[in-house]
């Protein structure tokens, strides 16, 4: 069955709104573990606009031993009054993946992968570093990327399939196209000895359609339609619901 791992970084926007310390993101990241999910992510970003240094810390204690830790972000982001620095922030926490991700500081949300081999160079010492942590490497591509011999040759394990396009054509009842990109992308990264993640603007109503046609699916991070949803049927119970459709479909 692909794996869950659920972002929480939407909770932390709440949380922030106020600065009260509440909704808590740890007795959140807790009821998503109980209720079932394999992982947690975050992605911390400089303006600290949602998760902080401070949550992915206590994060990796909450986790460690229990369910896979998951950060993302950009690797080149440096330090700045209140952020580390990106790598920083991996060499303490020690999770258990790191998705690296291309975005700018002023980017509302990730919309667009690494691309190969123009930022392979870039690239290279950042996975080895990770690497030598002891966690695993995930590049965040577009679907329909090309190169993909040169991130498992650069030491990923694995790739991220960005699916905000996917998720977009869904709602336009056009999803042919992209999702075929999505697939095609899919079985190139295996055929590469790559193993495929996929996130962004995932849902309950286009997850198993995705997870029908993309091959070998090894998990699916979704923060921000699985906590709007949870505001109407509650965050256990939606976690629940993204379980049971992941149920149908064995890798």
Known sequence: MTLLSVNLNKIAVLRNSRDEG????????????????????VHPRPDRRHIRPDDVMQLAQ????CVEFNIEG????????????FMALVREARPDQVTLV????????????????RDAQRLAPVIDT?????????????????SLEQAAALGAARIEIYTGPYA????????EVELSRC?????????????VNAGHDLSQGNLDAFCAAVPGLAEVSIGHALIGEALYAGLAATV????AILAGHPR
């Open 22 to 41: 509440q909704p808590d993101l740890a007795a959140a990241a807790q009821t998503c573990i109980v209720a079932g999910c394999a992982g947690i992510t």
């Open 62 to 65: 909450l986790t460690r031993g």
């Open 74 to 85: 950009n690797p080149f982001a440096g330090p700045r009054p209140g952020y580390p620095g």
């Open 102 to 117: 291309p975005d700018g500081d002023g980017q509302l949300t990730s919309d667009h992968g690494f691309e190969f081999p």
């Open 130 to 146: 990770i690497r030598a942590l002891g966690a695993r490497v995930s590049l965040f591509v577009d679907a329909g990327a090309g």
């Open 168 to 175: 977009h054509a869904f709602a336009a009842g056009a999803v």
């Open 183 to 195: 697939v095609d992308t899919a079985r190139r990264a295996h055929a590469a000895g790559l193993g």
């Open 240 to 243: 629940q619901r993204y379980l």
